[in-house]
């Protein structure tokens, strides 16, 4: 039982460059979110997942987008990576009944 | 809108000294509130919430309804307690989103 999983652990993108974060869930939990987690402001929500198939704009979602193809796999991408994107990047997802979040183990991007 | 405020971006402590992270909320109906822990390299966890009033690693928290605070404390710091500590808010009707503070990064010298 491995929760919640991200790859890549590492990636460094020029400006310009597109890339998928990948996150899957062995927990069965319909909500899963990503964030994005700079020194000084804390976690920011890009975007959440209610459930398989739906998906809403969080705090920063500004050149992200995300996918919900099925319940045990939800992906962020960038399009365009900026510097400003530079961040660790994390996937959760939510057990609602106790209204607890599990987090995967981050992605680190640098955009340069 | 909900809001939380940890106004001590750092704090440093001594060992065995006591330790208190203080988190402020701004929510206006009946908040469910959480602290979160993030060990250098390990990813980000549950510490505890207010709903269970539970005492985790020696850490409780008490939810103050009217100072709209929810600061967490442990009487005696260990060095394994340096970590990033985060704040969170959510509500109570149906699909509210987690809310998370800015985080303080705490530091036990020995």
């Known amino acids: 039982n491995a929760g919640v999983t991200q790859t890549p652990k590492f990636q460094v993108l020029k400006t310009g460059q597109s890339m998928t974060l990948q996150c899957a869930q062995d927990m069965n939990h319909n909500s899963m979110y990503w964030y994005r987690q700079d020194p000084g402001m804390g976690l920011r929500l890009i975007y959440y997942?209610?459930?398989?198939?739906?998906?809403d704009k969080g705090e920063v979602p500004n050149g992200y987008n995300v996918s919900r193809l099925n319940k045990r796999e939800f992906s962020l991408r960038l399009e365009s990576a900026a510097p400003s994107q530079t961040s660790v990047y994390f996937c959760?997802?939510?057990?609602?009944?106790?209204?607890?979040?599990?987090f995967g183990p981050g992605t680190r991007l640098t955009v340069t | 809108a909900q809001r939380v405020t940890q106004p001590e971006k750092l704090l440093s402590v001594f060992k065995g000294a006591p330790v208190e992270l203080k988190c402020n909320y701004s929510y206006s109906g009946s908040p469910e509130l959480f602290w979160y822990v993030q060990y250098s390299r390990q990813r980000l966890q549950l510490l505890l919430r207010?709903?269970s009033r539970e005492s985790i690693k020696g850490f409780t928290a008490d939810l103050n309804k009217g100072e709209t605070s929810f600061h967490l404390k442990k009487p005696f710091a260990q060095e394994e307690d340096s970590a990033m500590y985060y704040c969170?808010?959510?509500?109570?009707?149906?699909?509210?989103?987690?809310?998370f503070g800015t985080g303080t990064r705490l530091t036990i010298i020995p």
């Open positions: 969170a808010l959510t509500g109570n009707f149906g699909n509210e989103k987690l809310t």
């Open positions: 959760a997802i939510e057990h609602r009944e106790f209204y607890e979040q599990y």
């Open positions: 997942s209610a459930s398989e198939g739906t998906t």
């Open positions: 207010h709903i």
